[in-house]
Every structure is written in C-alpha cells, then in structure tokens.
C-alpha cells in the first residue's frame, strides 16, 4: 500500500528481456534504502514492483509483460526518469490518499499551460475510468497523489505547484505524454456494493431467449 506522496525521483539504468519478464534495474538515486529488504514493494511510477535484487544506490524487479502493455512501461526505456515510492508503515503520516500501486489504465497529457503561481495540465483518461473521476477527488498520475480540479468527460484537469513539478517527473509533462493512471480505490468499492445482491451473479454474453425475458426484454 502506497500513499501517492513521492519520495525520489529515479533513473532506469535498464531493461532485458528475461523469459516471458521484464528485468529492470532502477538507479534509486536519492531514496533511502537503509530499510529496504529483498521482498518490499517500491511504488516505480505507479507500479507495485517487488525488489528481487538491491543495493543501497539501485534495485531490481521483474516485470511481466502483460504489466508492461498495460501501463506506461510499454514507453520507458533506459535513461527515463520515474517516481519512487516504499510501501507505507503503519507508524508513518498518511499524507495522500490509498494508492495500491496497481495501475487501472494509460492517460495521455493533452495540454500543459503555464500560469504565475501554478501550472495547469490537462489529461485524457481511457472513456472506461471517466466514471471513476469526480471533480475534487482524488487520482494517482505516475504514482503521485493529485486532486482533480475540473472534469470534462473523459478528460481531467490538474494545478500543479512548484514543489510537486519539482520532486516527480510531472515538471517533464508535455503534449502526448504518456502516464499511469490508477482512480480511487473507494469509487471501485462503492461501484461494487451498489451491484447487491446481483454482484454475485456471474456475468454472460448468452443471448438466450432465457437471458432476454430475465432482463425483461421478453413477456
């Protein structure tokens, strides 16, 4: 479990195929690694990736490949900068909001405006997580923990301080950029409880004449 609240930027030193998986070798740069141990999840731009191999100034994780085609990774290549994140403790301040490092879908960065105090970037989302957005919700971008400040269907707008542009990768946003998306976690378990009773139920492509008078198409 993660809470969206970066804490280094790192470097991919690189990529290789390995069998059906994806070894990658982050530089951790600034992240403290003290408390790390072989097994930890570290947050890699919004992917949960389990450490398999370490040292105090990189780690190691296997990624599968169907990770790599579901999210950003499928763009990265050695050399690209990404957020860094350790799983949370229970002891520590939860400063974000519940990021569980599983990405839901790849957005595209459609304008990036500059403004006095702030910067103003616009997202389009996959149509099938529009419903997850709310307009003063939550989403993790690559990792980080943002607000949604306004909402156009598909599409999603973000101010961005100084600070935030300056420790993650979002200061390096343009038009077209590609990033990791994961919606609030409570909207799928609200989603879900909403289903009752008929979450049970298994779903069908049968277009049976059963189906049909079940669904009332049929009297």
Not at 18 to 28: A, F, Y
Request: glycine share 10%; net charge negative.
């Amino acid at each position: 479990m993660f809470t969206g609240i970066i804490e280094a930027k790192g470097t991919i030193k690189s990529i290789n195929n390995k069998g059906n998986d994806i070894r990658l070798v982050v530089s951790t740069n600034s992240l403290d690694m003290s408390d790390v141990k072989l097994g930890d999840s570290i947050a890699t731009n919004g992917v949960c990736l389990t450490v398999v191999d370490m040292s105090a100034e990189y780690y190691v994780a296997d990624v599968s490949k169907e990770t790599i085609k579901l999210t950003g990774f499928a763009h990265y290549k050695a050399g690209s900068v990404v957020n860094l994140e350790k799983a949370m403790r229970a002891d520590t301040r939860f400063g974000g909001h519940i990021v569980s490092g599983h990405v839901d879908g790849v957005g595209e960065v459609i304008s990036v405006t500059n403004h006095t105090r702030y910067v103003e970037v616009w997202v389009k989302a996959p149509n099938d997580l529009a419903k997850y957005i709310a307009h003063k919700g939550s989403i993790t971008v690559d990792g980080v923990s943002l607000t949604v400040n306004e909402v156009s269907g598909a599409k999603f707008m973000l101010w961005l301080i100084p600070h935030t542009l300056q420790e993650t990768t979002i200061g390096g946003y343009k038009s077209g950029t590609a990033v990791n998306l994961e919606v609030d976690l409570v909207a799928r378990y609200i989603e879900r409880l909403m289903l009752g009773d008929s979450a049970a139920e298994e779903k069908s492509t049968d277009m049976s004449l059963a189906f049909l008078a079940k669904h009332g198409y049929l009297k």
